[in-house]
């Protein structure tokens, strides 16, 4: 069993659609919680970071943290084309591990007009 | 701008030919790290480097090889131990004190024939 598991996809929506992203987990070491968005040949480009549980708003974009369950959510509202990406999921023990992030295999998202 | 380059954006070799892939950033991060991503695994943490002159393997770093002599550049050779080379390599950096996160370069596409 992965570590992390995330939803390949592919997940396409709507323009405007509410689009929801999950990543479960299984190290309950894990404390720092990071969505990335990349684009076709591009890098990662971090969307959202979290430590602990609970709640971060940004603009269009929510991050949901349940450390009971093991189970980490990213929302985004009203959905455009330009959010047409993968979006990687990604964690860390923190301390010295912190840059050892551990990663989702990542959700291809397509928003059509 | 700041930020992390990583060239050539493509690379083609030979099987059986060592190849070094650059790093560098100016964002006067301390840390640095080499991931690579293959499609349906998300991204794997090959080497990284807290420090100048000081390096530590991730969880795949057979057949990889790094070396940081300067703050600014963390140079990946892929030799030709490594058994499945053609990969997208991607280098990322971070602050070495706190929780800071990750930044990405665009990575380097290598295809080795």
């Known amino acids: 069993q992965k570590e992390v598991e995330q939803d390949p996809g592919p997940l396409s929506v709507p323009e405007g659609a509410i689009v929801s992203l999950n990543c479960t987990y299984s190290n309950s070491a894990f404390q720092y919680f990071m969505w990335y968005r990349q684009y076709s040949r591009k890098g990662p480009e971090l969307l959202m970071y979290?430590?602990?549980?609970g709640n971060k708003e940004d603009g269009r974009f929510t991050a949901q943290v349940d450390k009971s369950s093991k189970y980490i959510s990213l929302f985004i509202r009203d959905s455009q084309p330009s959010d047409s990406a993968t979006y990687l999921c990604?964690?860390?023990?923190?301390?010295?591990?912190?840059?050892?992030?551990?990663f989702g295999q990542g959700t291809i998202l397509t928003v059509h007009p | 701008d700041g930020g992390i380059t990583q060239s050539p954006k493509y690379l083609f070799r030979k099987e059986g030919q060592n190849v070094t892939l650059s790093c560098e950033q100016n964002?006067?991060?301390?840390?640095m790290y080499w991931y690579r991503q293959d499609p349906g695994q998300g991204l794997r943490l090959i080497y990284y480097s807290q420090i100048v002159n000081d390096f530590q393997k991730g969880d795949i770093a057979e057949g990889y090889s790094v070396s940081r002599e300067k703050k600014e550049s963390f140079p990946l050779t892929v030799t030709s131990a490594q058994k499945n080379p053609t990969a997208f390599y991607l280098c990322?950096?971070?602050?070495?004190?706190?929780?800071?996160?990750?930044?990405f370069g665009n990575g380097t596409r290598l295809t080795v024939t």
């Open positions: 979290t430590y602990s549980s």
């Open positions: 964002l006067n991060h301390d840390a």
């Open positions: 990322a950096s971070r602050r070495g004190e706190g929780n800071s996160p990750l930044h």
């Open positions: 990604a964690m860390s023990a923190g301390g010295t591990s912190y840059g050892k992030l551990t």
